[in-house]
Nanobody
Framework: QVQLVESGGGLVQAGGSLRLSCAAS????????MGWFRQAPGKEREFLAA????????YYADSVKGRFTISRDNAKDSMYLQMNSLKPEDTAVYYC?????????????????WGQGTQVTVSS
């Protein structure tokens, strides 16, 4: 099976930056599309970004387009989310996820494996 562990969250002032990492383990994890999602208190889980297994297909939510950058390194079984120009409304628990398919999608239900999340808090 696949295990995912997020890191890099923390407290940052509005306008600042954070880089989240997702360390993955599992025999076939490099074959799978991966994505980042977040969930704020009282809100549904929100798609942020996804990337296909070959790095070539990338999708962003409108709310983060131009500010966040998703990347992955299959040789290291790692995925990253560079977050710039952070806003207070970005405050949430951030999750990495992996499909059991190479095709990236934007729907949380399409992702089979999930990490435990890392807290990102942006102060105003």
């Amino acid at each position: 099976q696949v295990q995912l562990v997020e890191s890099g969250g923390g407290l940052v002032q509005a306008g600042g930056s954070l880089r989240l990492s997702c360390a993955a383990s599992g025999r076939f994890v490099s074959l799978y599309a991966m994505g980042w999602f977040r969930q704020a208190p009282g809100k549904e889980r929100e798609f942020l970004a996804a990337i296909s297994r070959d790095y070539r297909n990338i999708y962003y939510a409108d709310s983060v387009k131009g500010r966040f950058t998703i990347s992955r390194d299959n040789a290291k079984d790692s995925m990253y989310l560079q977050m710039n120009s952070l806003k207070p409304e970005d405050t949430a628990v951030y999750y990495c996820a992996a499909r059991s398919s190479s095709v990236a999608t934007v729907t949380p239900g399409d992702y089979r494996y999930w990490g435990q999340g890392t807290q990102v808090t942006v102060s105003s």
